[in-house]
Every structure is written in structure tokens, then in C-alpha cells.
């Protein structure tokens, strides 16, 4: 078993009175892409929130490497090496792109090292530099993806959590998203993705959990996930006929 | 009943409905800034009907709760498909240029061989109804609280009827209720008249209480007044506002308690209150909770009560 | 002709303070999205404090305008802490009615500092107005229009320069992603809340140097004329928010010079009333996106 850099125990959020999370356990392995499966109100989202910082956890603990993430203010979080590509992108509309990837780079000081950086990402997301100085609320959608996961590498996470990248996404964008994850973990980064187009993930995802009504309700390998077939049926939508 | 109280208590009443009228506004999920226009606009009128054409009292009354109902339909016209701080804004300006437009209202005529009527800047006097007809101080009272009870039911069974569900609804969520089939234009039109009309009758029952009244009254202070009352005393029943209104002029007003230092003590405690209840003391959490209670001591269901006695 | 030329210039003069306190007022509001009604009286602490040194000290202009824009930035702190920062997120009304618990509260304790009705405030400049052919031109208010734009320059060169401007647009821009990209959101708000009233104060220290005289009804009219200047021009912006103050400056002199004050007024409220019905997102703004937060839906 590897190195895990995040390990979420007894984790439990809540809106008011409502419990979102009920106590979440789950793991994600250093260098490897952990998916999160899960229908709608699942609590999908709050988790991703709740690690990033913006909510705060009523009970458990997030670690990163050992290190206590809760209680921590979202900036915090940052610099500690986390971040998150958040569910609707979220990108500042009324700034250009190249504005939008510097505010990636908010808590760095080290301006030859971002400019770097920049160059990187234009290189791996070729539409965002002939977009460059274009006002990000105006790209489409896949586009306005692209620039939120390189927002989010140009703090130089640790761990890089997605929240449904796919999310309203047409097909062929899809797949290029998912190159990117791919690409991305190759080089080394952690990845910790929420997801509900399981197929996709399949090709992508080293580790399983399945969330409903804020608990973890499965937790296996691909090969796992496979077999399983309440999920086959629920996330990869073919019915493998059995007995009635 | 000592006159100083009668009079307190008066005021209390009367200021009660202009709170009111913005609480139903809340209630639809706006804020407004200018609900003291009303207030004046019913005042000016029902005063210029009694006092210069010889109406009585409950015809001016009258005229007060429509003429501020429909100039709230008026001003509703183009500024009820703005939202948030825009509605708040566009009825502060509406209310504003209606204070300005009474400074320079001049209509006077001679009743008694003196000039009655609104002269501008230097306001209204001789509003004398209630004391030419021998209404004591204590019966106007008991008529100023007639009308707030009556006006109390009538949100009362308005908050139960579909009309109240449907402005809940829409100062919930907005889209939601237009998905459920409400239509929000006319919904919002009927409580703006409403509050309106509210307002009015409070101004009427204002310019004969005083007998003097002068645009200044009608500023954005009593507005932002006004508003603060419901979000003060809570926003889960209409005597949320009324208790906002006690605990301002009655209980701050006119006890002299920390006279001089009276509004630092009070701002900050409604600041500090509103940190811990930001929808006031009676908000819909406390109105739930005295109702149980209530129905605990006071069972009404006949099934319950029988429980109750074996 | 020559009435026209005199009264626009006049009216850009007085718009230019105006045009600082819509600033102040705009900045506040595109990072909270809710109105701080206390803005204003935050002013008047200044001017109160600058105004008792004055009288009691006899202390300079120049004094008098650090500690105008001193006791502003930390009313403006004070509010932020009170009316602000403790809300959940939705409170919107609440903030709204709670930072107008303390403008009633500041107010009186000003005035218990200071308790007559008018005092005397420093001028800005002496000396007889000069003469330009048919036109004249005040010192004081030439001084006055050069300092407001030296402010502007200042406050764009924070907003565009700094690492705490960064901060504020972004939070302006997505309070969320500016979380999520290691803005620390509650140190801007407070700066955002320190900075903006440091600015209104200073436009306050003008006003009141040129009109020599300060009374408590300060803190509401300036609440009033930043906000107007504020809706005119398009909320959160603040280029919009000087052409906003530049255009009701020149209005309001212009009906004061046709018809007199109370048409100065009127025309103020009329014309941020057609603003609202015709253009919500101001003159020069874009569409208005500022509903949700502000609304008292989501208390």
C-alpha cells in the first residue's frame, strides 16, 4: 500500500440543521487519481468544500500528510498545497484570462517562476493562450474548465481535487478533460476527483468511493467497481442480466 | 390611564402601522426604504378631507388607506420587477421626491375665517377632528388600536390564506414560486397596495393624533425605521414589528432610560442582537415554539384535551 | 452661455467629492454585496474628530484632514467588525438594519462629543477668487478638485497595484474562487472597509472645507449622495462611480441654478429614480448581477 496524502475520518458537515455529511472515511493515495462516485445531494460537493475550507466541519478530521487541514481558513488550506477545481468552474468573469491564471497565483512571490508557469499552461491548454486576453466570463464552457484546472496548478498543489469537470460538458470536451487528469497525474500530482460519468473515470481512476446521503457506501478498486452491480447498474447504465 | 401613557401608547399604535407595512413587503422578499411615503400621502390626505372639506372622520380614514394604496400601485408600476437593493433604492428616491413635492404643496382655504391647509415647508396645523367632535385623547386611542387588531386579523388570515402562502413563496424563491404557477407581477402588485394602504391608514390616524403635520416627518429615518422594527422584533409573525415598535418608542422613547446615551446603548444591542438572530426576536423558529407550547397548555383538539384528563 | 460654462464647472467641482464618496461607497459594496448604511456616519466620526481639534486645539487644516480620514478608516473598521463580519453568509437585511442600528448610534455619540448644531470647519484655501474674463474660480475649490484627483490616482494605483487590490478585485469578482485561489477574504473585506472609508473621509474633509461648517446631519447626507452617485454610475464599479458623481454634481447645480434648492434635490432623486427603472445597471454599467446577495430572500 502507498503513501496516502489525504485521509478523511468521521468527517461531518452540516447546513443549518441539515447533516450533509455523516461521517465520511476515505483515503487518496499519494501520486495516484482517487474518484468519488455518488448521485445528486450525495454531499459530493460539501466534502470538496468542507476540505477546501470554504465550509467548516462539525466533527473529524482532514489530514494532508499529518498535517490537521481542519480549522484551517480556505488561504491556508492553499498554502498548505491543496486545491480545488470547483463544481460550475467559478472563474472571475469580468478579468481576462491571463488575469485569471495570475490570481492562480495569488500567494506566490516568485514572478519568473509564475510567468513560467503560465507559459506551461498555455502550452498544455492551447485555446487558453489564444484566449489569452480575452474576459474569461466570455469563453464557452470547456473552455472556462480548462482555465479553472490551470488556475488551480498554478498554485503547485500537492493535491488537485475536481469537482465534476465533466459537469454540462459536450462529449468531446469530456474527453479531453480527462486526458488532462491523466497527464497531470502522470507527472506526479495527486488527484482527488469527484465524478458522476463513471465510464470516463474508469479510465482514468486508480481507487473507488461510492457516497449516498452523505455516507461512503462502497470502496474498492476499478476492478471492484466493476464487478459491483448495483453500481454497474446506477453509474455505468448496463444491466447485466441476471436472475429476476 | 395617565395622559402621558395615552399618548405613548397612541404614537406606539400608529407608528405600528407603517412597521407593518414594510413587514408585508418583507414578507414578499423586498425591502423597502419608503413606505413613509404612504404614511405621509395618507396622512396629507385624510387630513386635507376632514379638516378643509368637512369630512368625518372614518370617510377621510378612508380616503387615507386608498390614496396610499394607490399611489404604491402607481410607483409599483415600474419599480416592482426590480430586485434586491435596486427596489430599495428606486422606492428611497420615490419617497424622497414625494417629501420634497409635499414642501412645495401650497392648498389652503378658509374654514372659520383661518387659512387651513398644507403650506409647504411650514407643515399642516389645525388637522382639529377629534377634538371639534370631543373624541377624548383615551377614546382615539382605543380607536387606533381597534383598526391596528383589525388590520392584525387581517394579516393574520392573510398569512393562512393562499394569498399569504403565495407572498411566502415568492420572498422564498422567487423562481421556485414562478415554477409552481404564482403570478409574481401580480402578487407583488396586491402587497404593495396592501402595504400601502396600510401605511395610509397609519398617516390618517398620525395627522389626527398630532394635529400638525409637515414633510419632514415623512423622511427616510422613519423608512429605515420602519424597517428595522420588523427585523428587530421578528419577522415570523406580524406582532414581530409591533414589539419592535414597543421596545423603540415605548420601552426607549419614553422612559427616559439612558436619555442622552440612549441610542448608543440601543444601536449596539440591536447590532448584537442581530448577530445571534438576524430575523429579529420573534422570528419563525420562536413563533413555532410559542405555538406548541401554547397548544400544550391549551390543547384545542377535543381528542387530545380527554388524553389530557385521564 | 456664460452662466452654463460657470454652473457645469461649479457642479464638477462639487461632483468630484461626490465621485470619492460613491468610491468609498462602491468598494464596500463589491466585496460584502450589502449596503452599509453606516458609511456616512463612519464619515462623521472623522469629521466630529477632526472638527473638536479644531475647535478645542485649533488645529491646522492639514491636521485636521489625518484625523478626519483617520476616525473614518476606524468607524469603518468598527462597522465592518459589528455589522459585517459576524453575519453568515444570506444575513444580508440583517447587516443592512444592524449597520443602521449604528449610524443612529454613532450619530449620537458625536454629538454628545459635540453638541451644538453647527460648528466651524477649517477652510482649504483662502484668498479672493481670481477672474478669468466673465468666469471665477475659487482657490479653495480648485485645490479641492486637484486633491480629489491625486485621491483617485491613489486609490486606482491600490486597487491595480497592490497585492491587497489584487485581493479586493477578486473578491469583488467571486468571493468563492478568490477563497479557492488563497485570497484571505476576511482581511480584505476589512481593509476593503478601512481603505474605503479613509477615501470618503477625505472627500468629507473636503465638503466640509468648502463649505466651512459641519452640523449632524453629515453622516445622512453623505450616505445619501454617495449612494445616489453610486446607483447613477453602476454599483461595484468605480470608474462608473465618478462619472456617476461627476453627473449628479453637474445636475444638482444646474437645477440649483434654474430653479433653486428644493429643485436641486428633486432632480437628484429624479434622476436616480429614471436610473434604477431605466438603466439598473447605471449609466455606465453593465447589467446588474448584485440581486441575490442583497435580497431579503436570503436572510
Request: aromatic share 8%; glycine share 12%; with cysteine.
Amino acid at each position: 500500500m502507498s503513501a496516502e496524502i489525504l485521509k478523511v475520518s468521521g468527517l461531518a458537515t452540516s447546513y443549518g440543521k441539515i447533516e450533509a455529511l455523516k461521517g465520511v472515511d476515505l483515503r487518496v493515495e499519494s501520486g495516484k487519481v482517487t474518484c468519488l462516485l455518488g448521485p445528486n445531494g450525495a454531499g459530493k460537493t460539501t466534502l470538496m468544500m468542507t476540505i477546501a475550507g470554504i465550509l467548516q466541519a462539525r466533527r473529524g478530521s482532514i489530514l494532508l500528510e499529518g498535517k490537521q487541514l481542519v480549522g484551517l481558513s480556505p488561504a491556508n488550506i492553499v498554502t498548505q498545497g491543496v486545491a480545488l477545481v470547483p463544481e460550475n468552474r467559478l472563474v472571475f468573469p469580468q478579468m481576462s484570462v491571463r488575469e485569471n491564471l495570475l490570481a492562480g497565483a495569488y500567494q506566490r512571490n516568485d514572478k519568473v517562476g509564475i510567468a513560467g508557469d503560465i507559459e506551461r499552461m498555455y502550452t498544455r491548454f492551447p485555446r487558453l493562450r489564444e484566449r489569452s486576453e480575452q474576459l474569461a466570463g466570455t469563453l464557452s464552457g470547456g473552455e472556462q474548465q480548462m482555465l479553472a484546472v490551470a488556475r488551480a496548478l498554478m498554485s503547485r498543489p500537492r493535491l488537485l481535487l475536481m469537482d465534476e469537470p465533466s459537469l454540462g460538458l459536450a462529449p468531446m470536451v469530456v474527453a479531453d478533460i480527462f486526458r488532462i487528469i491523466s497527464e497531470l497525474n502522470r507527472d506526479g500530482t495527486s488527484i482527488f476527483l469527484v465524478e458522476q460519468n463513471a465510464h470516463m473515470a474508469l479510465q482514468v481512476a486508480h481507487h473507488f468511493y461510492l457516497m449516498e446521503q452523505g455516507k461512503v457506501t462502497f470502496d474498492g478498486t476499478p476492478g471492484e467497481l466493476a464487478e459491483d452491480e448495483v453500481i454497474q447498474r446506477a453509474y455505468l447504465g448496463t444491466s447485466r442480466r441476471s436472475d429476476p | 390611564m395617565d395622559d402621558h401613557v395615552v399618548s405613548v401608547l397612541s404614537n406606539i399604535g400608529v407608528i405600528s402601522f407603517v412597521a407593518l407595512s414594510a413587514y408585508l413587503l418583507l414578507l414578499t422578499g423586498e425591502i423597502s426604504f419608503g413606505q413613509q411615503a404612504f404614511f405621509g400621502i395618507g396622512a396629507y390626505a385624510a387630513a386635507i378631507a376632514t379638516a378643509m372639506w368637512g369630512w368625518p372622520l372614518a370617510a377621510g380614514l378612508m380616503l387615507g388607506a386608498l390614496a396610499g394604496a394607490s399611489s404604491a400601485l402607481l410607483v409599483g408600476l415600474p419599480t416592482l420587477r426590480l430586485h434586491g437593493l435596486y427596489f430599495a433604492v428606486a422606492t428611497l428616491a420615490f419617497a424622497e421626491m414625494i417629501r420634497i413635492l409635499l414642501e412645495l404643496f401650497h392648498y389652503q382655504v378658509a374654514v372659520d375665517g383661518e387659512l387651513v391647509g398644507p403650506n409647504g415647508t411650514d407643515g399642516f396645523g389645525g388637522i382639529r377632528y377629534v377634538f371639534q367632535n370631543k373624541i377624548g385623547a383615551f377614546e382615539y386611542m382605543l380607536l387606533i388600536y381597534t383598526l391596528l387588531a383589525t388590520a392584525l386579523a387581517g394579516l393574520w388570515l392573510l398569512e393562512r390564506s393562499r394569498l399569504g402562502v403565495a407572498f411566502r413563496m415568492i420572498g422564498g424563491d422567487e423562481t421556485l414560486a414562478k415554477t409552481s404557477g404564482i403570478a409574481i407581477t401580480r402578487h407583488r402588485m396586491i402587497a404593495a397596495a396592501l402595504a400601502g394602504a396600510l401605511a395610509g391608514i397609519g398617516g390618517g390616524l398620525y395627522a389626527h393624533l398630532t394635529t400638525y403635520i409637515e414633510p419632514r416627518i415623512f423622511d427616510i429615518m422613519l423608512g429605515v425605521h420602519a424597517l428595522a422594527y420588523g427585523l428587530i422584533g421578528g419577522l415570523g409573525t406580524a406582532l414581530g414589528p409591533l414589539l419592535g415598535v414597543l421596545i423603540d418608542i415605548g420601552l426607549l422613547g419614553s422612559t427616559r432610560l439612558f436619555s442622552g446615551y440612549r441610542m448608543i446603548v440601543f444601536g449596539g444591542l440591536v447590532a448584537v442582537l442581530l448577530i445571534f438572530r438576524p430575523r429579529g426576536l420573534l422570528n419563525e423558529e420562536m413563533v413555532h415554539r410559542i405555538g406548541s407550547f401554547w397548544r400544550r397548555v391549551w390543547p384545542t383538539d377535543p381528542s387530545q384535551k380527554s388524553h389530557g384528563k385521564t | 452661455m456664460i452662466d452654463f460654462v460657470q454652473t457645469t464647472v461649479d457642479g464638477v467641482m462639487v461632483g468630484c467629492s461626490y465621485g470619492l464618496l460613491a468610491i468609498g461607497f462602491t468598494l464596500i459594496f463589491g466585496v460584502i454585496r450589502r449596503l452599509n448604511l453606516s458609511y456616512g456616519p463612519s464619515i462623521m466620526v472623522g469629521a466630529y474628530l477632526g472638527t473638536f481639534l479644531y475647535v478645542q486645539f485649533g488645529a491646522g487644516p492639514l491636521l485636521v484632514a489625518v484625523a478626519v480620514v483617520a476616525g473614518a478608516a476606524i468607524a469603518g473598521i468598527y462597522v465592518e467588525r459589528l455589522c459585517f463580519a459576524p453575519m453568515k453568509g444570506g444575513a444580508g437585511v440583517a447587516s443592512m438594519v444592524s449597520s443602521f442600528a449604528i449610524w443612529m448610534q454613532l450619530e449620537q455619540a458625536m454629538i454628545l462629543l459635540l453638541p451644538r448644531h453647527t460648528y466651524a470647519f477649517p477652510a482649504l484655501a483662502t484668498g479672493a477668487p481670481w477672474e478669468f474674463g466673465p468666469f471665477t474660480l475659487r482657490p479653495d475649490q480648485l485645490l479641492m478638485l486637484i486633491l480629489a484627483i491625486a485621491t483617485g490616482i491613489i486609490v486606482n494605483t491600490i486597487i491595480y497595484r497592490t497585492r491587497f487590490g489584487t485581493g479586493l478585485r477578486l473578491v469583488t469578482s467571486n468571493q468563492i474562487a478568490a477563497h479557492l485561489v488563497g485570497v484571505n477574504v476576511r482581511n480584505v473585506m476589512l481593509g476593503a472597509f478601512a481603505l474605503a472609508s479613509a477615501v470618503g473621509g477625505f472627500a468629507g474633509f473636503l465638503v466640509l472645507a468648502i463649505d466651512q461648517q459641519v452640523t449632524p446631519m453629515f453622516g445622512m447626507w453623505a450616505t445619501i449622495k454617495g449612494l445616489i452617485a453610486m446607483m447613477i454610475g453602476g454599483l461595484g464599479s468605480v470608474p462608473g462611480a465618478i462619472a456617476g458623481g461627476l453627473v449628479l454634481g453637474v445636475i444638482e447645480a444646474h437645477a440649483q441654478g434654474l430653479v433653486g434648492p428644493q429643485a436641486r434635490d428633486l432632480t437628484a432623486y429624479l434622476l436616480l429614480f429614471l436610473c434604477l427603472v431605466l438603466r439598473p445597471g447605471g449609466l455606465f454599467g453593465k447589467a446588474p448581477e448584485a440581486d441575490g446577495a442583497f435580497s431579503s430572500r436570503s436572510t
